[in-house]
T-cell receptor, first 114, second 114 residues
Framework: AQSVTQLGSHVSVSEGALVLLRCNYSSSVPPYLFWYVQYPNQGLQLLLKYTSAATLVKGINGFEAEFKKSETSFHLTKPSAHMSDAAEYFCAVSVPGGYNKLIFGAGTRLAVHP | KAGVTQTPRYLIKTRGQQVTLSCSPISGHRSVSWYQQTPGQGLQFLFEYFSETQRNKGNFPGRFSGRQFSNSRSEMNVSTLELGDSALYLC?????????????FGPGTRLLVL
């Protein structure tokens, strides 16, 4: 069975600081991995996804993530946080043969302070 | 293209009632998935429909059901509502429901059961 673990339910950074949100997955087959962001009272928006092409994936709003098979990780980073990055971030996995069922991590709430 | 739309956006029901939520996917998308989001359980997959057929179902009781119409619009129904059904219900669409596809989420329907 697949699962996703996001370390840290709350992360706080200063504006301009590095953002690092951690995601580890468990899957018996090569997974597809996604990062979504959710702003208050809104649905989820895709930031980026890994679908077995390049292991370093660049997404919207300056975010990127690196797929590391040996570490079963897909951590999300952004070099310089902006106030508008404050939101909840979800890592998710889907697998071949599983149609598009997404299994989500518990989420990480990112706070950005001046 | 218009995004995924969900109606109604907010709903208040009492225990024992039933409720129907509606989702209109992005034009041309034939796969529609439903997710439940609660503070305690996070984001959980309910079911996925493609061409009016349910292809995948999450671990929810039979009180949760859905259907898809020939125009790909989907509805989900919850019968005999319980307090624990209070949640944000998210609908997502994708072209054909392959696991590597991006799912586009609607803003959700927030259901409160009293």
């Amino acid at each position: 069975a697949q699962s996703v673990t996001q370390l840290g339910s709350h992360v706080s950074v200063s504006e301009g600081a590095l953002v690092l949100l951690r995601c580890n997955y468990s899957s018996s087959v090569p997974p597809y991995l996604f990062w979504y962001v959710q702003y208050p009272n809104q649905g989820l928006q895709l930031l980026l996804k890994y679908t077995s092409a390049a292991t370093l994936v660049k997404g919207i709003n300056g975010f990127e993530a690196e797929f590391k098979k040996s570490e079963t990780s897909f951590h999300l980073t952004k070099p310089s946080a902006h106030m508008s990055d404050a939101a909840e971030y979800f890592c998710a996995v889907s697998v071949p043969g599983g149609y598009n069922k997404l299994i989500f991590g518990a989420g990480t709430r990112l706070a950005v302070h001046p | 293209k218009a995004g995924v739309t969900q109606t109604p956006r907010y709903l208040i029901k009492t225990r024992g009632q039933q409720v129907t939520l509606s989702c209109s996917p992005i034009s041309g998308h034939r796969s529609v998935s439903w997710y439940q989001q609660t503070p305690g359980q996070g984001l959980q997959f309910l079911f996925e429909y493609f061409s009016e057929t349910q292809r995948n179902k999450g671990n929810f009781p039979g009180r949760f059901s859905g259907r898809q119409f020939s125009n790909s619009r989907s509805e989900m129904n919850v019968s005999t509502l319980e307090l624990g059904d209070s949640a944000l219900y998210l609908c997502a669409s994708s072209p054909v429901g392959n696991p590597e596809e991006t799912q586009y989420f609607g803003p959700g329907t927030r259901l409160l059961v009293l």
